[in-house]
Each structure stands twice: as structure tokens, then as C-alpha cells.
């Protein structure tokens, strides 16, 4: 069985086949690293929907806040990578939900190029929610 730690290396590489066989084979999906960022947190913020459906599928939480409270949500918001926002809202991401500078998704999205895209994502989750 994998490490842990050694989960988040396979992450970056991106090499999902053998990060979801460490998963499988018992890794802990819900890993975090030295900053409580989540493995969920780093799928969102490199915008790949099939490592953020496998990490989804394995038990990741949606809500794991890092140490400063930011979240999966937030990240891909301030990346811009819409699809994974509409993911993370299905599985039930908080759009409201604030680190500890008070910033939620719909601040951390105007660092974007396309922040009126998701921006306007967040805001109807946020009316239907």
C-alpha cells in the first residue's frame, strides 16, 4: 500500500492510473498535506474532470477545507475551469462557504479570465441552493 505522502507526488505527475491503483489498493482519498490541502484541492486546481471523478468516486470530500480554509470550489473558480466548478457544485460544494480572509468562490473567481462565466454558475447555485 501507498504512503500517503506518496499519493500527492502521482497527483502532479498526473498520473492518474497509478494514483487511483494506490487509492484502491488503500490509500486514503481524504490525504492532505502539510498545508491541509486536499487531493480533491489539487484535481480541481489542475482542471482534470476524470482525476476529479475518480478522486469523487474513492471518497474524496468535497468540503475539505485547507488550513486556510480554502476549498476545492474555490480554486477551480479562481482557475476558471468551469466544468470542474458545475462537478463540484453537483456533488455539493458550499458556495458560500469563506477561508479565513472572508474570500469565498465568487472572489476567489475574479482572478479569472472567464469570472462572469463562473461567477454567473456560482450565483445560480447560490439562488437554487
Given amino acids: 500500500m501507498a504512503e500517503n505522502r506518496d499519493l500527492f507526488p502521482l497527483l502532479e505527475r498526473g ?4 494514483l487511483f ?15 491541509g490541502c486536499s487531493l480533491l484541492y489539487y484535481a480541481a486546481a489542475k482542471g482534470d474532470p476524470v482525476l476529479l471523478e475518480g478522486l469523487l468516486e474513492r471518497g474524496a470530500e468535497v468540503e475539505r477545507a485547507s488550513d486556510a480554509g480554502n476549498t476545492p470550489l474555490m480554486i477551480a473558480a479562481a482557475r476558471g475551469h468551469l466544468q470542474i466548478v458545475k462537478r463540484l457544485l453537483a456533488a455539493g ?3 458560500g462557504h469563506s477561508n479565513r480572509w472572508g474570500f469565498d468562490a465568487h472572489k476567489w473567481a475574479d482572478w479569472c479570465p472567464n469570472a462572469a462565466e463562473i461567477q454567473a454558475e456560482l450565483f445560480a447555485a447560490a439562488q437554487s441552493g
Fill in 15 to 18: 498520473e492518474r492510473d497509478a
Fill in 21 to 35: 491503483a494506490a487509492l484502491d489498493a488503500g490509500g486514503d482519498a481524504k490525504a492532505r498535506d502539510r498545508w
Fill in 93 to 95: 460544494a458550499d458556495v
